[in-house]
T-cell receptor
Framework: GAGVSQTPSNKVTEKGKYVELRCDPI?????LYWYRQSLGQGPEFLIYFQGTGAADDSGLPNDRFFAVRPEGSVSTLKIQRTERGDSAVYLC??????????????FGPGTRLTVL | GNSVTQMEGPVTLSEEAFLTINCTYT??????LFWYVQYPGEGLQLLLK?????DKGSNKGFEATYRKETTSFHLEKGSVQVSDSAVYFC????????????FGKGTKLSVKP
């Protein structure tokens, strides 16, 4: 079956621009997560959705970052007024959600964002 | 707060050597523990997991045992192959939580023929 997909795979933008990153989770997975991975580091949590609502957005670094999941499936991570420090690989993951006995998350390939 | 510490790499081994990658954690309660692997050019994949103390997770010849007394979850393999070259991440999730994973910084393993 299809795994988690993310588009685009690479995004180059200029400082100050707005970007949107898309995630298509595994069909039927109710939980969706966004992480950010900087070079040489482990993924760092940004936001977690259960269905359409953000259950935990405590990892978003500031108000330039926002994410939506309007129909409980596809999610979009939005970054306003991008800064060079936003350059990283943005990872999306999904999991079956509350019906699962443990929290196994399935990761997409990531979007590499470069802010010039 | 919760955290994961794993040994720094890179680790370079010859084929058929024994592998240990150390991982320790700090957590309240009883977390679930995971090892994820990232092969070159690919996304993160779950390698193995353990959800309670003394559980042993295993997959593809890799093993890790959940040790509550030492708050550790060390990854081991008896005989590595060139195809095991990858970055390995230890991670935890709070017990009963569907929330985020907390990852270590990763350990890069290179296996030479």
């Amino acid at each position: 079956g299809a795994g988690v997909s993310q588009t685009p795979s690479n995004k180059v933008t200029e400082k100050g621009k707005y970007v949107e990153l898309r995630c298509d989770p595994i069909s039927g997975h109710t939980a969706l997560y966004w992480y950010r991975q900087s070079l040489g580091q482990g993924p760092e949590f940004l936001i977690y959705f259960q269905g359409t609502g953000a259950a935990d957005d405590s990892g978003l670094p500031n108000d330039r970052f926002f994410a939506v999941r309007p129909e409980g499936s596809v999610s979009t991570l939005k970054i306003q007024r991008t800064e060079r420090g936003d350059s990283a690989v943005y990872l999306c993951a999904s999991s079956p959600g509350r019906d699962s006995s443990y929290n196994e998350q399935f990761f997409g390939p990531g979007t590499r964002l470069t802010v010039l | 707060g919760n955290s994961v510490t794993q040994m720094e790499g890179p680790v370079t081994l010859s084929e058929e050597a024994f592998l240990t990658i150390n991982c320790t954690y700090t957590a309240t309660g009883y977390p679930s523990l995971f090892w994820y692997v990232q092969y070159p050019g690919e996304g993160l994949q779950l390698l193995l997991k353990a959800t309670k103390a003394d559980d042993k997770g295993s997959n593809k010849g890799f093993e890790a045992t959940y040790r509550k007394e030492t708050t550790s979850f060390h990854l081991e393999k008896g005989s590595v192959q060139v195809s095991d070259s990858a970055v390995y991440f230890c991670a935890l999730s709070e017990w009963g939580s569907q929330g985020n994973l907390i990852f270590g910084k990763g350990t890069k393993l290179s296996v030479k023929p």
